[in-house]
């Protein structure tokens, strides 16, 4: 046999949002090295240790490699053709007797762009029903939606060499070194070589934190009031900036007048945070040189997390900081593709580019390119997917590259769900813990084994390339997806993913410049991308876009967290490992991670351990009135008194959300992760 040559790929990595490019050099399947390279748009040299160490389950001996079907309580192995033919059987059975709406399609934020781009025209073209979603719905949606109804686009406001630029950063609810660290890379550079200021708002005293010239800890749930305190300050001292908000918003008038609850003293008695430390705050961003705001799901994953990314975007149009470098709102998009998945309509209400589909001529828009009458009734999201499953409305379900059964809240309840589905295919590169329950499992291809492109926090659209041919009888999910779509009448044609890119380039103004040519290497596009290619780094130099060019004050007003029985005592917070990714089924099959980190713990705090009688590696159970988990503590002052913290990278009886409840953000119903108590037993 010949030996096989020593190649070296460009790709993108798929761990976080922040979208490192690098050089991937192989031999045969054996991964040689990651090697940053200079030209790298949002990184340069720099990449974690995810990123350059984390790639060895692509070769694990678990991945898929044949579609399996069930068989009672066990799979067998099947031929694509077996499978394609039970799966498009089984649909029009179920559409046929149920109709369209009685089926739920989830796309994925961990997969390509054309991917996503095709999974939904699966739904609304092959099928009929825009019940389409991805996993942004647990994350940042609540972000897109603040952002939109104040500044009108869901995405970053500049580049992360923008956040760097900043004379002020307020990191809010993110653990950035952790879950962004080539992003927060950026911002411990300027903070500590070029006088940066940085203030951090978190339960825990985390990396970014300790670096912090301002860390406050606000009560549980209580960000949107300190928000609106220090805006409303800022407004009475006189310093919002008049000039931007006559010439750029409005509304302002009404706005000014919804804060008025938000005194110093009533924010002081909701958030614990003293009313100096509040003028502080006002006092930082006032002589700051412009300051940009990042937060993530410390801020969204509670019931009101849509008002307060709402409250946060109203403070910088206050004080004037959007439309310039080192100044805007900065959502970080926690997966590789997490924007790219929203900008290609994985969502009920948006066809791709966030256009609506019950706007009458966006609808006959996309009518006229696919070729079929489209439903224009806004679907049902992952969460309502999963009560409508309950209430006996949804019937079969196809989730493509998601954990659905470990990353959605109150997952016992998820998981009775799947148990009522007449139907549901999974398609995954491992049997994952939604593949349990799966009728169909269907094997896809990591991003190392297919082309395709990822937008990334910034958005940034990159190209990836293929590195190896996919694993088994694996297949790219875009593939997979064009296979079930012919074999249910459809007559699509692509060839590459380049086809797909074509075609939602021109169905998507945001995207009209988007070609492959323009992202060969290691160039790429920040959308919007105008026809010729012209892309935008910096939004809203141009204006905002809405029909005046103006943006507009949005007034919210605070919700409280959920109420609990009094015996769960303890507050449970949970985030990111820097060594993991999201549950963990990638990582943990990577060895060099795996040996290093190889199991979450529970984050004690000194206090707690001594009242509880708690050391290291105690063992202990958590129970909260959804379900419950086992862990091992350690002892750390990263927490605070009856706080503790548990990582969401667990892929068994550790994973938290076994504890986390139903309840959601009312505008967005992204789960309220953060509003979780617990009561504690030491085993
Ligand atoms: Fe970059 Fe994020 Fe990948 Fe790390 S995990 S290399 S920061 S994209």
Redesign the pocket.
Known sequence: MREAKVKRTKTV????????SFDVWTKGREILKVEPNAEAPA?GI???????FGWDFVNSEERLTKPLIREGDSFREAEWEEALDLIAKRFREIRSQYGPQSMGFITSSKCTNEESYLMQKLARQVIGTNNVDNCSRYCQTPATVGLHRTVGYGGDAGSIKDIAKAGLVIIVGSNTAEA????ATRVKRAHKLHGQKLIVADLREHEMAARADLFIHPNAGSDLVWLSAVTKYIIDMGWADEEFIQMNVNGFEEYRESLAPYTLGYAEEVTGLSKETLIQIAEMIYEADGTAILWAMGVTQHLGGSDTSTAISNLLLVTGNYARPGAGSYPLRGH?NVQGAGDMGSAPENFPGYQRVDNPEVLAKFEQAWGVKLSSEVGINNHDMIEGIHQGTLKAMYVKGEEMGLVDSNINHVHAAYEKLEFFVVQDIFFSRTAQYADVVLPASPSLEKEGTFTNTERRIQRLYQVFEPHGDSKPDWEIIQLVANRLGANWNYQHPSDIMEEAAMLMPIYAGVTYERLEGYKSLQWPVKPDGTDTPLLYTDGFPFSDRKARFYPVQWTKPLDFEEQYDLHLNNGRLLEH?HEGNLTYKSKGISEKTPAVFLEVSPELAAERGLKDGTLVRLTSPFGNVKVKCIITARVKGKEVYLPMNDTGDGAVNYLTSSAADKDTDTPAYKDTRVRMEIL
């Open positions: 990595c798929t761990f976080c949002g922040v979208g490192c990184n720099s990449t974690c240790v995810k990123g350059k962004h660290p080539v992003l590789n990714f």
